[in-house]
C-alpha cells in the first residue's frame, strides 16, 4: 500500500510539473508576442514571421501570422457580394425552368464558398481557443469545395446538349462530390495528399465530358478557369514556404470562379438575339430538309 501511495504522489507530482512546464511555456509565448507587438508600435522593423510561420509536418495543420489571418479573410470576403449579385443576374436572365434551377444551384455554390471560406478563417483567427467550433468550420469549408465543384458544372451539364453517355455526368457529378464531403467528415485532415487528388479528380473529370460537347463555345474560357484553379493549388501547398500563401490560393480561386461565371454568363443566359434566331433558323432548316 505505501508502495502504491508513494507511486501516486510520484505521479501526482510528474504531472503537475509537467503542467507547470506548459504554463510557463504558453507566458514565454504571449510574452514573446507583446514584446513584437511593442516593437511594431514603436516603428521598429516588424520581424519576418509576422509574415509567414515556419512550416509545419505534414500531418499537421500550418498555423497562419496575424497578417496572414487577416489576408484569408479579406481575400474571400471581399467575393461575397458580387458572387450574390452574380447569381441575381443569372436569375433575370433565366427563360425557363431548367436555367433558373442552374443558376440557383450554380449560385449557391458560388456564394456558400466564399462565405463559408470568410467564417472559417475568421472564427481560426478570432475564435481559436474554441476548437470544437474551429474544427467545424474547417470541415464545412472542406466540404463545401466539393459542392462548389459540382454547382460549377451544373449549369453545363444541364443547359447544353450531351450525348447517351455524357448525360449521366449530371447525377454522377454530385455522386462524387458526396463522396469527397464523407470522406472529408470521416477523415479530415488525416491524408492531406489523398484530398488533394480527390479534389483534382473532382475538377478534371466532368470536364472531359464537356469538352466532348458538339457546342464548343465557352471551352476556352472554361480551360483558362480550370489553369487559375491548378496554378493556384501550388500555392496551397506552400504554407511556410511562400508569404501568405493561402490568402494567394484564395485569389486565384476568385479569379478561376470569375472566368467561368463569364463563361456561363455570357454562352449560356445572355446570347445574343441574332444568335437565337440562327440557331432556330438552322433548326428549321433541318425541319425542312428531314421533311423533304
Known amino acids: ?8 504522489q510520484g505521479g501526482d507530482a510528474a504531472g503537475e510539473q509537467e503542467e507547470r512546464r506548459e504554463m510557463e511555456e504558453e507566458e514565454e509565448r504571449r510574452a ?13 522593423d516588424i520581424p519576418a514571421r509576422w509574415f509567414m510561420n515556419n512550416r509545419v509536418p505534414p500531418n499537421k495543420r500550418y498555423q497562419p501570422t496575424e497578417y496572414e489571418h487577416a489576408a484569408n479573410c479579406a481575400t474571400h470576403a471581399l467575393w461575397i457580394i458580387p458572387s450574390l449579385l452574380g447569381s441575381s ?63 460549377s458544372y451544373a449549369p453545363w451539364l444541364n443547359l447544353r446538349e450531351l450525348g447517351p453517355w455524357a448525360c449521366h455526368m449530371r447525377w454522377l457529378v454530385w455522386v462524387m462530390a458526396s463522396f469527397g464531403t464523407t470522406y472529408v467528415f470521416f477523415f479530415h485532415e488525416r491524408y492531406k495528399i489523398m484530398e488533394l487528388i480527390c479534389y483534382t479528380v473532382m475538377g478534371v473529370f466532368p470536364a472531359l465530358v464537356i469538352l466532348s460537347m458538339p457546342e464548343q463555345s465557352g471551352l476556352w474560357e472554361l480551360l483558362v478557369g480550370g489553369a487559375c484553379y491548378c496554378l493556384g493549388m501550388v500555392f496551397f501547398k506552400s504554407d511556410g514556404i511562400v508569404p501568405f500563401a493561402h490568402a494567394i490560393w484564395h485569389l486565384f480561386v476568385a479569379m478561376g470562379a470569375a472566368i467561368h461565371y463569364y463563361a456561363i454568363w455570357r454562352y449560356l443566359y445572355a446570347q445574343p ?12 432548316c433541318e425541319a425542312t430538309s428531314n421533311h423533304l
Open 32 to 44: 514573446g508576442g507583446e514584446e513584437e507587438e511593442k516593437k511594431d508600435e514603436r516603428g521598429e
Open 89 to 151: 443576374l443569372l436569375h433575370l436572365h433565366s427563360e425557363d425552368q431548367w436555367e433558373r434551377m442552374s443558376a440557383w444551384v450554380y449560385g449557391a455554390g458560388l456564394t456558400s464558398l466564399f462565405i463559408i471560406s470568410t467564417l472559417f478563417h475568421t472564427v481560426a483567427w478570432k475564435k481559436s481557443h474554441l476548437r470544437s467550433v474551429e474544427h467545424c468550420f474547417h470541415m464545412c469549408d472542406r466540404m463545401v469545395i466539393y459542392f462548389f465543384i459540382a454547382a
Open 1 to 8: 500500500m505505501l508502495i502504491e501511495s508513494s507511486g501516486k
Open 273 to 284: 438575339p441574332n444568335q437565337d434566331l440562327d440557331h432556330l433558323g438552322s433548326k428549321a
